[in-house]
């Protein structure tokens, strides 16, 4: 039976991969910093006895090495982990404090990063393995409230492509997934300008339904393709307005989020 780690499982497209891999038939390690949550989603699973609970604060990047010992010696190894952790963020560019750029570093860029790294060493001493990030579409172009959270995506997105570059031909498979918006509760967790949740001034965003969207990253999972995006036609158009059209894109972008 494949172990699969997934981080950031607690809610949302997390959550929701987490169902769609249990019924695969894999045992799935879930890791979120809220342990009961992660325990009631464990007991919702199509296979909850195949289901194991390893809470952490994945922000404390100097507590990874441990945590990823734990969970490969009491497994026997990790399969394929997916990354799926993130952190939003709706603030004015000019007035966004470094430690809220900070948070989203640490949490969307640094932590996928690092765990990598400690995965990849021990996945390439036994010649196979997958790692899966979840970016954004919001790392193919800038957002006026969105600075930091979208380079933090980029970022993440150029170091990805680095680590297949070096690792992909030595029989790892490192992959990146690049979805849209989603109907998830991750702008009330959104960070304002000085760090702090939006919570309930946080704007309502309409997207794709987590449980479609895991769907389509599962089945993308199962290929050897570097990136995929996991986005709606009108996002997609919106790519081909960005490459093509630039001046035409940031001049709706901004009408669209009032600040034309």
Request: with cysteine; glycine share 6%; proline share 5%.
């Amino acid at each position: 039976m494949e172990t699969v780690w997934i981080a950031g499982a607690s809610r949302g497209l997390g959550a929701a991969l987490a169902h769609v891999v249990s019924a695969s038939g894999c045992r799935v390690v879930l890791t979120a910093r809220n342990a009961p949550e992660l325990e009631k989603l464990r007991t919702l699973l199509p296979h909850p006895e195949n289901a194991v609970v390893a809470p952490a604060d994945l922000t404390q990047t100097h507590d990874l090495a441990a945590l990823v010992e734990r969970i490969w010696l009491e497994h026997g190894g990790i399969h394929r982990a997916f990354f799926c952790a993130g952190l939003a963020q709706w603030s004015n560019p000019l007035t966004t404090t470094p430690a809220a750029e900070e948070q989203l570093l640490a949490l969307n860029y640094r932590f996928p990063v690092q765990a990598a790294k400690l995965l990849a060493a021990r996945m390439l001493a036994q010649g196979s393995g997958q790692l899966v990030a979840v970016g954004s579409i919001a790392a193919e172009f800038g957002q006026p409230e969105s600075a930091a959270y979208g380079a933090s995506k980029a970022a993440l997105e150029r170091h990805w492509e680095s680590f297949y570059a070096a690792w992909a031909h030595r029989g790892l498979r490192v992959q990146l997934m690049q979805p849209g918006v989603i109907q998830t509760t991750i702008m009330a967790s959104a960070l304002d300008e000085f760090g702090a949740a939006l919570g309930q001034q946080a704007k309502t965003h309409t997207g794709q339904p987590p449980e479609a969207v895991a769907q389509r990253l599962w089945a993308a999972a199962q290929t050897n393709r570097f990136k995929t995006y996991l986005i709606s036609p009108t996002e997609r158009l919106a790519l081909l307005l960005h490459r093509w059209m630039p001046t035409l894109f940031y001049t709706l972008l901004r009408q669209r989020h009032g600040t034309a």
